[in-house]
């Protein structure tokens, strides 16, 4: 005994894997940040937004696999990146925090300290 019957498959909502989030970068590094569709039918569509704007195309690139790349970041880069995949079916989105922080630059002149046996020496360093 056998039935027949009709499957329609409309469509998968998006689903995104996890990233590894980026620590704390420094300026002048390259940043990259992937945005891997696990599913979704149709294709869905994928767009970054940094802090809720759609991100401005002439200080990043986007590979194929959706991966945002930023070379030589700098302060202003820093913010909450939102990558976001859309198709007929529904949505799914990542949001990672980008702190990108200048490198540390030493202040303070050399100092030279005698040191006493039995005293404490504490050298002074003003940091930026």
């Known amino acids: 005994d056998t039935d027949s019957g009709l499957l329609t498959v409309v469509g ?6 996890i990233p590894t989030r980026p620590g704390d970068m420094l300026v002048g590094e390259d940043v990259t940040i992937p945005c891997q569709v696990a599913l979704g039918w149709p294709a869905p569509q994928v767009t ?11 200080n990043v690139d986007i590979d194929q696999d959706n991966t945002l790349s930023i070379r030589n970041a700098q302060k202003e880069h820093s913010g909450d990146y939102i990558c976001k995949a ?18 540390s630059v030493i202040f303070s002149s050399p100092a030279h300290l005698e040191f006493n046996k039995e005293s404490e020496v504490t050298f002074d360093c003003q940091v930026q």
């Open 12 to 17: 998968i909502k998006p689903e995104l894997t």
């Open 48 to 58: 970054w937004y940094k802090d809720s704007d759609i991100i401005d195309m002439e």
């Open 86 to 103: 859309e198709n007929s079916e529904g949505s799914d989105s990542l949001e990672i925090v980008l702190n990108v922080r200048n490198k």
